[in-house]
């Protein structure tokens, strides 16, 4: 009886590692080989009175791209790659900034290139990583805690943390060093 009970319990546990998100698999969700699209709320936590601001918009990840199309309340488009942040504005002014105006930026350009590419070489690179992969209603989700490795990244964003199932991310919060939050829920995707 209890060598069946153990090898119940035993099979609860292969059970479960097999329904969870491995590390492995949420890195293929933040490097889609297809583009993916969809709906974005956004919610900015001021952290010195509590007040929160909202946007909304749409969003394109993939391909060594991402682009926020900002709807609500103002519109505005940005546009990230490897090198270059491009922003058009709701008057229709760009502007651009690119890795050969700052090294901190080019910093940061690596580090959010290295999330999307999905890496997870990249990822050790310029993050501490704390990972958990579980399942929950029967969907196997993951959440991923990011660290910059780098002290003057740091003095900006303290943390970084991301959510998502096994097809894709549902949402990523960046905290900042001041407090602030900034909170991205990601919904409606689909293949671009």
């Known amino acids: 009886m209890k060598k069946l009970l153990l090898a119940f319990i035993l099979s609860l546990f292969a059970a479960a590692s097999v329904f969870s998100a491995t590390f492995e698999e949420a890195c293929i969700v933040l490097s889609p080989e297809e583009k993916i699209s969809g709906d974005f709320l956004q919610k900015r936590t001021i952290a010195s009175n509590g ?22 309340p103002v519109k505005n488009t940005v546009k990230i790659t490897e090198g270059k942040i491009t922003t058009l504005d709701s008057k229709g002014k760009e502007s651009i900034l690119d890795s050969s105006q700052s ?23 310029y993050f501490l990583i704390d990972f958990d ?51 991205y829920e990601f919904l409606n995707h689909e293949k671009a």
């Open 51 to 72: 007040r929160s601001l909202k946007s909304s918009g749409v969003f394109t990840v993939g391909k060594g791209e991402i682009i926020w199309q900002t709807q609500k």
């Open 103 to 125: 090294q901190v930026f080019t910093l940061i350009s690596k580090m959010m290139a290295s999330l999307f590419a999905g890496k997870r070489s990249q990822l050790e690179e």
């Open 133 to 183: 992969g579980s399942l929950n209603d029967n969907a196997a989700l993951w959440k991923m805690t990011l660290t910059p490795r780098d002290s003057t990244i740091s003095q900006a964003v303290s943390r970084i943390i991301l959510s998502g199932n096994l097809d894709y991310m549902l949402s990523m919060e960046s905290i900042l060093a001041s407090g602030d939050s900034i909170l």
